[in-house]
DNA sequence: GTCTATATTGGGATAGAC
DNA sequence: GTCTATCCCAATATAGAC
């Protein structure tokens, strides 16, 4: 059996679950330490803060996010169904895990002070994710209006995590595969 | 000229203009004190709470919304253009007192913990009126599509609020106006 | 109703030993 | 690197007088 994982492996699972589960700023320090099974100076040791500690979760986030789009790209039967796959991928990346309340980007740039760098560099990099494959998966549907239907997905898709406040995330995810579908159809 | 406002009401000012810009969890009652000139206590004495006093800034905001989104709707010439008056009235809102970050009711919910009924319910009443009207101001260009379109434009509305974490909150408004009339065109 | 002054505690961070 | 124990402060809320 694998080994249990060190001390930074776990602090940023625990962080990552219960970041996104209760959000940043109302999960103490002390709820990921106990998660962990770890003790407070270990995490300073690795990450400097709590919001350090955000940062790298936020990273290692981003990269299980860009897999399991991928994923539902790979598996979908066209490029109509390639393109929105995104909302496939959505529902596996809130189900995967603890099931977030929303996203954990918008998250952590909603929640920190307006000199806090980190989190507003974290959101920019999944919203340069999200704007540059929609883009590529845009271009076989809508050709030369591929960055401008990429436009317009990319605010349903944001549409669609924010509406996960308004509403339960399953249906904030169908509706905006709906919303998008619409979009999407203008360009047959 | 106008007598100095009730110590109430210059708390209610103070807290609806704060929270908006820097967040409500980031807004501590010191600051929304300093800006009323007003006492600890008395705050106390009027709301209870923090999440009271944020309750009522919530409450007034919603009837401030809700006349702004009015005023521009009435200001529209046709069908088409009083559907998309909502953009109109995002922008005219957040210009009009201190710009905010991002949505308060949003904000609200997302930053209070999960057995927080205040927010939720802020954001509930939120949620019903943009839904209210959008299937309204939908029915002269959809017909009997009209609660299916007040969906899509209710999903981009609720993603050009959240846009605003993405970008600025002007091009966030402009994306969102450009998506939105790309979806009631499916429907000329 | 409003003030001054103070109580209380949640929670982020550190000191120093092992 | 990791632990135990502790510090420190920001921030909410209250006591009691006017």
Do not use: I, N
């Not at 500690?53 to 860009?66: C, G, I, S, T, V």
């Amino acid at each position: 059996m694998t080994p249990r994982p060190g001390a930074r492996q776990r602090l940023l699972d625990a962080a990552e679950e219960l970041f996104a589960s209760g959000g940043f700023a109302g999960t103490p320090v002390d709820a990921v330490l106990a998660r962990a099974g770890v003790a407070p100076a270990t995490l300073y040791a690795h990450f400097g803060s709590k919001t350090g500690l955000q940062a790298a979760a936020l990273a290692a986030r981003l990269r299980r996010w860009d897999d399991v789009w991928s994923a539902a790209v790979a598996a979908a039967p066209d490029d109509r169904a390639r393109l929105l796959a995104v909302f496939d991928a959505l529902d596996a990346f809130g189900t995967g895990g603890t099931p977030s309340r929303w996203c954990a980007f918008l998250d952590a740039a909603a929640g920190a002070p307006a000199d806090d760098g980190t989190a507003v560099a974290a959101l920019a990099e999944d919203t340069a994710l999200l704007r540059g494959r929609l883009r590529e998966l845009a271009a076989p549907v809508a050709g030369e209006d591929a960055a401008e239907l990429a436009e317009h997905l990319l605010v349903v898709v944001t549409g669609a995590l924010a509406m996960a406040l308004r509403t339960d995330p399953a249906r904030a995810t169908a509706q905006g595969r709906a919303t998008a579908a619409a979009l999407v159809d203008r360009w047959r």
